[in-house]
């Protein structure tokens, strides 16, 4: 090739470049703090928008407020498809609920993009200063005035709400200790400063698995195809008792144009297939369960539906 054509096909790829190089990064929020459920898919989300669409794809931890600050920052982000967060049952579908609730209805805020995994909620205890099981864990509550502590992943998440039911339920003597997530959570029952808490199996299989911590029970109504050795509440002795299993979803901001909101997650249901992400999600001691953007947006108007029904029971 001659020179001139070199320098000519040069400057025909620059401008092709030099764009590709300034386009802002693609954004994920997670609302929660690393080393969950959350954080874990999103980053593997993330790696896979980014293989597929030749951009930098960031990952960004926005904690607080039960896994609603991140879906709140992501409201007031342009509708461009640019900027996306994970979001999980607590801020979607109970907060809007609660009695007196000032917290914005982010179904109406958001526009869901695709649900990613499924994953259980767990009951974990400190092998030795927590209780032995679930029948243990109503009996040692009663029996104390102060009763017993629990964490979770924070205020009105569905792991505080999967207690407050266990409360209300059995008569349990229980009280709320709130943390930013479920690692910081598992940290504190490993090292025994609180006797239980009920967190996403994903951060406390691991030490369950290695016998550093006891599973007393899953909170849905069938056990965990990820992790089936662990029974259910209701098979430990509360009859009835579950919901529905945990969700992580991908959301982008209301107004995001439909076409994008596919393009997005006809992408997701790609990367998910991945054996890379198979993997991945199997570590997170979860399960893939892909629902495109529209079946996605009904499921979530059906599951608030129920949760309000069960909301204003639990505080009426």
Do not use: C
């Amino acid at each position: 090739m001659r020179v001139g054509q070199v320098l000519l096909l040069a400057l025909l790829l620059a401008p092709a470049a030099a764009s590709a190089q300034t386009q802002k990064p693609i954004r994920i929020i997670v609302p929660f703090a690393p080393g969950a459920s959350a954080d874990g898919i999103a980053r593997a989300v993330a790696t896979g928008l980014g293989e597929r669409s030749g951009r930098t794809v960031v990952v960004e931890n926005n904690v607080g407020g039960g896994g609603s600050l991140g879906l709140v920052a992501l409201t007031k982000s342009p509708p461009d498809g640019d900027t996306l967060a994970v979001g999980a049952t607590g801020a979607l579908l109970i907060n809007p609920h609660l009695p007196n609730s000032t917290a914005p209805d982010l179904l109406r805020e958001l526009a869901p993009v695709a649900k990613l995994i499924e994953v259980g909620v767990v009951v974990v205890a400190h092998p030795t200063v927590g209780p032995s099981s679930i029948k243990d864990l109503i009996a040692k509550s009663k029996a104390r005035p102060e009763g017993l502590s629990y964490g979770s992943t924070g205020v009105h998440t569905g792991q505080h709400i999967t207690m407050e039911l266990l409360k209300k339920t059995t008569g349990a003597n229980l009280t709320h200790i709130p943390y930013r997530g479920s690692a910081p959570a598992v940290v504190d029952v490993l090292a025994g400063q609180i006797p239980l808490a009920a967190v996403d199996i994903t951060s406390a299989y691991p030490h369950v698995a290695a016998g550093r911590l006891r599973a007393l029970g899953m909170g849905e109504t069938k056990r965990s195809a990820a992790a089936p050795e662990i029974p259910t509440i209701a098979e430990e002795g509360v009859p009835g008792f579950g919901r529905a299993g945990g969700f992580i979803g991908l959301f982008a901001p209301a107004g995001t144009p439909p076409a994008v909101v596919r393009k997005i997650s006809a992408e997701v249901a790609e990367i998910l297939k991945t054996p890379a992400v198979q993997a991945n999600v199997k570590t997170l001691t979860a399960t893939v369960n892909y629902e495109d953007d529209a079946t996605f947006a009904s499921n979530l108007a059906a599951e608030s539906a129920r949760w309000k029904v069960v909301i204003k029971d639990l505080f009426k």
